[in-house]
């Protein structure tokens, strides 16, 4: 499990972010968070993928206490957590082709058909593969992204607006993806969006909150 207790943080010098939050991600379960912009939801996903220290409170991941965040963080504990972010533009190196974007994080070992099998799982065909950022689609680019992540076979997946770049047939596709994965796999997943009846669709348990705070 991935599990946060009385978390408060925020940014620089000034007020909390999140106040007192505690949440836990099962394996086998996809739990979703729904609130405005500016309630803290980005925050709440670079805490728990160890992106950004909490001021207070308690985190642990399986079982062992988060005491170190950012390149801190030891590798174990970084490589069994896994990020899309809602601007697929921001999260991919423009120089690099989408194979090469795919293949980012998949160990050293891993045969070289790993990339066409992780690319076809997302939807991607072989003649995107060797395109720039600059030459595809948001949604084909957010597809790109979500392969490099699930090729690091982390054990928790945390989606922030995963589709809000996305048209309605491409957000279909990667949330059933996504269900897939999580079912199949048992994994956890947090889905953070605006759209209550996306997380109503694939959570099975969808927060609402207007600040991320305890109810």
Known sequence: MLSATNLTAGYRHGPNVLNGLSITLQPGRIIGVQGPSGCGKSTLIRVLALLHPPRTGR?????????RFRYAAPAGQRRRIGVVFQHPRAAADPRHTLRRIVSAHLPPTAPPEETDRLSALVGLTPDLLDRRPHEVSDGQLQR????????????????????????????????????????????????????????????????????????
Do not use: F, K
């Open 59 to 67: 985190l642990h991941l399986d079982g062992q206490p988060v005491q």
């Open 144 to 215: 790109a992204c979500l392969a490099r992540t699930l090729g690091a076979h982390p054990r928790y997946l945390l989606c922030d607006e995963m589709t809000a770049m996305l048209d309605a047939s491409s957000a279909a596709t990667l949330l059933h993806l996504l269900l897939a994965q999580v079912r199949e796999d048992d994994r956890a997943a947090l889905m953070v969006s605006h759209d209550p009846a996306l997380l109503d669709a694939i959570c099975d348990q969808t927060i609402q909150w207007h600040h991320l705070t305890n109810p």
